[in-house]
């Protein structure tokens, strides 16, 4: 008879040979003390103080006091939970206000709610592509798993294009008569490399192909751009772009994901995605955190301003001791190692003898052989905690021998 238990052991045995087991970090954030948190080890009863280096929270909006006050406000108001889909009594004002707010980021006509960045790409992608019959999507080969799989779920046809290449994508593209829907799905900053892709010179293959672009802003929003407006709008070019994407669990510090783009478009998602109808509507509380956060970030530039400067500040130290980033124009400073053991390794050395937490980051969420520490300085780390990070690296790099830095 078949055994279901040891198929699955079977399956972990696999992953952890492979040397890429995930083991989840046990931690409580300190909220008047970011980006401390508390680190509960297993098998130990006291949890110790540690420095977070790997947080999505760009900028410290999740604690910052604006977005928390506007969500005990929420709280206090309206109770916990939405109490529905956004069709069946689930449509609170918060929700409105926040759909206003960012249509108005990223000018554009209507933007969509959703409970995650995930479904967004997901939902929405695999609705458009869908509704567009012979639709073409023409997807960048580095593309996010949320996008991968709404133009899978799509059934529409992929034609996966070299990451950040125009020439790949031209080439491609033109072998299609002009009269095919298409859609060009691609991100601004790219999460793990944090490159920035070649979004005008993609917009005009779009246009000459009559194509349209969806654009993941989701690293982008709240970071770049005079109001957080993504890398769309530091480049002036918001207009050129059919779909923006963002969420709002990244630089805004809280949870949900949404689309803008022109009235009858998101109209089209609005009726018809599954992932948008059948699910309960993100709760008040939630909502209240987000509009704060993209309200106080769209008159503030004082976080974005900081957090140039402290990246920029870790980046030329790393490459002062010889510790190997990938060179890119974003906040992201991915270190490189190559092997997943010895990521892990380093990522554990870092944790338990210096306390920092710096998360290995290895297959499938990137190609194997290229393993690295993913670290996000915010800009309430200081020059000190930077400089304490790069001493505490070299020591973990002599120590287990990774490359071959000057001692
Ligand atoms: C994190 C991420 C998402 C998903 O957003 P969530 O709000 O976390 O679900 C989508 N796209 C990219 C590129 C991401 O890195």
Known sequence: MF??????????????????????????????????????EEGKSVPEDITVWCSNDYLGMGQHRKVLDAM????????AGSGGTRNISGTTHYHVELEKELALLHAKEAALLFTSGYISNEATLSTLASSLKGCIVFSDELNHSSMIQGIRSSGATKVIFKHNDIDDLNYKIKKYDKNIPKIIAFESVYSMDGDIAPIKGISSIAKENNALTYLDEVHAVGMYGYQGGGISEELNIKNEIDIIEGTLAKAYGVMGGYITGSKYLVDTIRSYSSGFIFTTSLPPTIVAGGL?????????????????HIVNFLK?????????IIDNPSHIVPVQIGDPV??????????????????????????????????????????????????????????????????
């Open 316 to 324: 030329r130290k790393l490459l002062e001791e010889d510790i190997p």
């Open 292 to 308: 704060a956060s993209v309200k106080y970030l769209k008159k503030s530039g004082e976080e974005r301003k900081k957090h140039k």
């Open 342 to 407: 010895l990521c892990k390794r380093a990522s554990d050395l870092l944790l338990s003898k210096y306390k920092l937490y710096v998360q290995p980051i290895n297959y499938p969420t990137v190609p194997k052989g290229t393993e690295r520490l993913r670290i996000t300085p915010t800009p309430l780390h200081t020059e000190d905690m930077v400089n304490n990070l790069v001493e505490s690296l070299k020591k973990v790099w002599k120590n287990l021998n990774i490359g071959n830095i000057a001692a």
């Open 72 to 79: 005990k406000e929420a709280l206090e108001k309206c109770g």
């Open 3 to 40: 055994n279901y238990q040891n198929y699955f052991k079977n399956i972990i045995q696999g992953i952890k040979s492979e040397g890429r087991y995930r083991v989840f970090i046990d931690i409580l954030r300190k909220s008047r003390n970011f980006p401390n948190a508390s680190w509960f």
